[in-house]
């Protein structure tokens, strides 16, 4: 009786256990196929062949997505599911881009760039046009006005933020909002709504010529820290103290501009 036992409970864990591994994997199949689905590679996802409309993507509902990197990537995700049905796309749900929204845990990359930024990795797009994406998101004045007629709140203020963070972007926003527009009672709450669509547009906007002509990006330190970074990439190719290989972002808001280095010993333990 015991062995019998014994086994009925192997039984059933063993049962239980296909039972959800089975129900797990219908989470990634579309309620018209009834076999598991084989996610293409990384890198190798589809894109339609005569690319999606930026601003058609980028203004269409919102409907279920919440957060700065929902949105974003969820704007593009939901176009690519409606013009690609029978791919891949329809089984991702928008809430997989969750993990950066506000920039994430840190505050740190802003959700509205994460979330293009996955598409792009699903597609494979080169890295140098992630980094165009991300030159851009510094120099563009957010929010532009194009989503007005989405939100109640109109022309809300604009700021260059010199940064992809998201406590920088927002801050330097904040700083200037607060100082200049707020009035004490009606605050502006549609600023990091909008910032997303215009990401969503800007991503669309670089994979259409990508898919479309072949183009990679470009990206090239700016002339403001230019200096800084050559200098710095150099002494990580010669392996030397104060190298960096793969900053890009503007280092001159943060630390200040030193003629000269190696003057005065660093600090004790540093």
């Known amino acids: 009786?015991?062995?019998?036992?014994?086994?009925?409970?192997?039984?059933?864990?063993?049962?239980?256990?296909?039972?959800?591994?089975?129900?797990?994997?219908?989470?990634?199949?579309?309620?018209?196929?009834?076999?598991?689905?084989?996610l293409p590679a990384v890198g190798t996802w589809p894109w339609p062949e005569n690319g999606l409309d930026p601003v058609e993507t980028a203004g269409a509902q919102a409907t279920?997505?919440?957060g700065c990197a929902v949105v974003s990537f969820g704007l593009i995700a939901n176009r690519l599911k409606e013009a690609l049905p029978g791919s891949a796309w329809p089984?991702?749900?928008?809430?997989?881009?969750?993990?950066?929204?506000?920039?994430?845990?840190?505050?740190?990359?802003?959700?509205?760039?994460?979330?293009?930024?996955?598409?792009?990795?699903?597609?494979?797009?080169?890295?140098?046009?992630?980094?165009?994406?991300?030159k851009w998101y510094c120099e563009f004045p957010f929010p532009s006005a194009e989503w007005d007629h989405l939100?109640?709140?109109?022309?809300?203020?604009?700021?260059v933020s010199n940064s992809p963070l998201c406590h920088e972007s927002r801050?330097?926003?904040?700083g200037v909002f607060l100082r200049e527009v707020y009035d004490g009672t009606n605050y502006d709450n549609t600023r990091c709504s909008k910032l997303p669509r215009d990401c969503a547009k800007k991503a669309v906007q670089l994979i259409n010529a990508w898919k479309a002509t072949g183009y990679k990006g470009e990206?090239?330190?700016?002339?403001?820290?230019?200096?800084?970074?050559?200098?710095?990439?150099?002494?990580?190719?010669?392996?030397?103290?104060?190298?960096?290989?793969?900053?890009?972002?503007d280092c001159v808001p943060c630390h200040a501009a030193v003629p000269e280095h190696g003057e005065a010993p660093p600090p004790e333990g540093r």
């Open 64 to 66: 279920g997505l919440s």
């Open 1 to 38: 009786m015991n062995a019998k036992k014994g086994l009925d409970r192997r039984g059933f864990i063993i049962g239980g256990g296909a039972a959800l591994a089975a129900a797990g994997c219908s989470f990634f199949r579309p309620r018209t196929q009834t076999g598991p689905v084989s």
């Open 91 to 134: 089984v991702l749900p928008p809430q997989l881009a969750s993990f950066g929204n506000g920039g994430g845990p840190y505050g740190s990359d802003c959700g509205a760039l994460q979330g293009p930024l996955l598409i792009m990795t699903l597609l494979g797009a080169p890295s140098t046009l992630k980094q165009e994406f991300y």
């Open 171 to 174: 801050a330097v926003w904040e």
């Open 151 to 159: 939100y109640p709140v109109k022309e809300t203020v604009t700021t």
């Open 219 to 249: 990206w090239a330190p700016g002339e403001g820290f230019k200096a800084c970074y050559d200098c710095h990439t150099q002494l990580y190719r010669d392996k030397q103290p104060g190298g960096i290989h793969s900053g890009k972002e």
